[in-house]
Nanobody
Framework: QVQLVESGGGLVQAGGSLRLSCVVS????????QEWHRQAPGQRRELVAS???????DYEDTVKGRYTISRDDAKNTVYLQMNALKPDDTGIYYC????????????WGQGTQVTVSS
């Protein structure tokens, strides 16, 4: 079983920065993708950044150039560095692992609140 625990959310002014962390425990297998999703108030949850087991990152268009996803395998932790934050970035941020091989599964953390004030 894979478990994820996020931290690092908070209240920040527009233009500020936050770094989210997601500690992953359990076996993710050798092929997987780690993702950060955001759910704004009254909106659907959306994918904002991902990184594959091979280390390839990808970003949703509105966060490109501002967000950076990275991973520290020694610490079993995936990070989301968020710079130049905007009020539209407000929401609950969820960490997710999509496990592809061996075995398949999707695992979610409990979420961490990010609030950007104008």
């Amino acid at each position: 079983q894979v478990q994820l625990v996020e931290s690092g959310g908070g209240l920040v002014q527009a233009g500020g920065s936050l770094r989210l962390s997601c500690v992953v425990s359990g076996s993710t297998g050798s092929k997987y993708r780690q993702e950060w999703h955001r759910q704004a108030p009254g909106q659907r949850r959306e994918l904002v950044a991902s990184i594959t087991s091979g280390g390839s990152p990808d970003y949703e268009d509105t966060v490109k150039g501002r967000y950076t996803i990275s991973r520290d395998d020694a610490k079993n932790t995936v990070y989301l560095q968020m710079n130049a934050l905007k009020p539209d970035d407000t929401g609950i941020y969820y960490c997710k692992v999509h496990k592809s091989w061996p075995g398949r599964g999707d695992y979610w953390g409990q979420g961490t609140q990010v609030t950007v004030s104008s």
